[in-house]
């Protein structure tokens, strides 16, 4: 792992200087600084969005885990803008964290190429190759830090934060698509509504709690995002699965909500999505 990042901050360290610190974040170093400025421009077509609730640490195993960043791996190409966001209930140090937020570049278009020296080109083909590899790495240890046990596991108030994160996060992304990961068991509970009692999950009715949310005016605004879940129904602690009758009833609700919040959901995983992130 580490000769994989020396080797990759050597080359950019070669190929370009870091950008000032007023720019954006931009946690993936450029590979693109020697190339002249009009013949390229950095995508906008895609950000992928990742939200960790950090109680999952508790819940999903090892092959959930690392069929999820497989998942991951799969869906990440050239261009995209990631972030990794993280978030749990506001108790000792959990808090929405924006843990990683970087973009890779793309290749010079076939038509500009005639006008970028050679070894410029060939420098930049070996850059963007270690730099997604750069960003996949720093990715899986962001991820292995979000799923690190918290000494005292809670329940999330799981809208609260979705509302935070979308009107900070989403709201002013420019990106042509937006897509979203949540990693969470969609078990919300909250002054407005919990779906436990007496410390068990309990059968929810769609339409009343989705009554609540609109009345206590919570819904998000995800900017048009196509979301995906991971997760939905695990119990914490014991890697058990709520009934298929709560998780129906389960998938109803949130359908209302992402509806309701600007969002598409394509994809509820129950724990896992049968399809992979398009």
Request: aromatic share 10%; hydrophobic share 35%.
């Given at each position: 792992?580490?000769?994989?990042?020396?080797?990759?901050?050597?080359?950019?360290?070669?190929?370009?200087?870091?950008?000032?610190?007023?720019?954006?974040?931009?946690?993936?170093?450029?590979?693109?600084?020697?190339?002249?400025?009009?013949?390229?421009q950095l995508s906008n077509e895609r950000e992928f969005v990742i939200l960790v609730d950090k109680t999952m640490a508790h819940s999903l195993d090892k092959e959930i885990k690392s069929e999820l960043y497989q998942g991951i791996k799969r869906f990440i190409q050239p261009g995209d803008k990631v972030q990794l966001v993280e978030f749990s209930s506001f108790v000792q140090d959990s808090y929405i964290k924006v843990a990683f937020n970087g973009q890779l570049d793309t290749p010079i278009h076939d038509d500009h190429k005639k006008y970028v020296k050679k070894s410029v080109l060939k420098q930049?083909?070996?850059?963007?190759?270690?730099?997604?590899?750069f960003m996949l790495s720093k990715l899986g240890q962001g991820l292995k830090s979000a799923f690190e046990a918290q000494a005292k596991p809670t329940n999330t108030e799981l809208i609260g934060a979705l509302s935070d994160i979308s009107n900070q996060i989403l709201v002013n992304s420019t990106a042509q698509r937006k897509v979203v990961?949540?990693?969470?068991?969609?078990?919300e509970n909250s002054d407005i509504s919990s779906f436990y009692k007496n410390n068990k999950t309990q059968l929810i009715h769609p339409a009343q709690e989705l009554e609540k949310f609109r009345a206590s005016e919570v819904f998000a605004n995800f900017n048009q995002a196509d979301v995906y879940v991971i997760g939905?129904?695990?119990?914490?602690?014991?890697?058990?699965?709520?009934?298929?009758?709560?998780?129906?009833?389960?998938?109803?609700?949130?359908?209302?909500?992402?509806?309701?919040?600007?969002?598409?959901l394509l994809g509820f995983g129950k724990p896992m999505l049968l399809t992979d992130i398009q």
């Open positions: 792992m580490k000769k994989i990042k020396l080797s990759f901050l050597t080359m950019v360290a070669l190929m370009s200087h870091f950008a000032s610190a007023s720019t954006l974040r931009n946690d993936v170093p450029s590979c693109t600084e020697t190339v002249p400025s009009e013949y390229y930049l083909d070996k850059c963007l190759d270690k730099q997604h590899q990961l949540l990693i969470s068991d969609m078990l939905t129904g695990v119990i914490p602690g014991n890697q058990q699965y709520i009934s298929s009758q709560k998780m129906n009833r389960l998938e109803r609700f949130w359908k209302g909500y992402f509806e309701q919040s600007n969002a598409k």
